[in-house]
Nanobody, 119 residues
Framework: QVQLVESGGGLVQAGGSLRLSCAAS????????MGWFRQAPGKEREFVAS???????????????DYADSVKGRFTISRDNAKNTVYLQMNSLKPEDTAVYYC?????WGQGTQVTVSS
């Protein structure tokens, strides 16, 4: 079982940047596809970004990423397997990005971190 702890949320002005971190412990970190979701007040939780990786005998490690249309070109997901951590770099933030952001790995969820973007 994986335990997840998010950090890095806060208050930022529109156009600003934040980097969220998700530290994982427990079962082998690299076994899971990792993702970020968010939930704004009065709305359902929605997908933001995900990352998975494949190790090949000749090709080495290849990462595959996916993004919601609303964040493409502004957000970047990455992972550091050595640190058991996944990151979400958020640039050009908009007020509509305001939400609680959750880290996900298989059946495990973090407790969430608040991101507030002021106009």
């Amino acid at each position: 079982q994986v335990q997840l702890v998010e950090s890095g949320g806060g208050l930022v002005q529109a156009g600003g940047s934040l980097r969220l971190s998700c530290a994982a412990s427990g079962r082998t970190f690299s076994s899971y596809e990792m993702g970020w979701f968010r939930q704004a007040p009065g709305k359902e939780r929605e997908f933001v970004a995900s990352i998975r990786w494949r190790s090949g005998s000749t090709s080495g490690i290849t990462s595959y990423v996916d993004y919601a249309d609303s964040v493409k070109g502004r957000f970047t997901i990455s992972r550091d397997n050595a640190k058991n951590t996944v990151y979400l770099q958020m640039n050009s933030l908009k007020p509509e990005d305001t939400a609680v952001y959750y880290c996900n790995a298989g059946p495990a969820w973090g407790q969430g971190t608040q991101v507030t973007v002021s106009s």
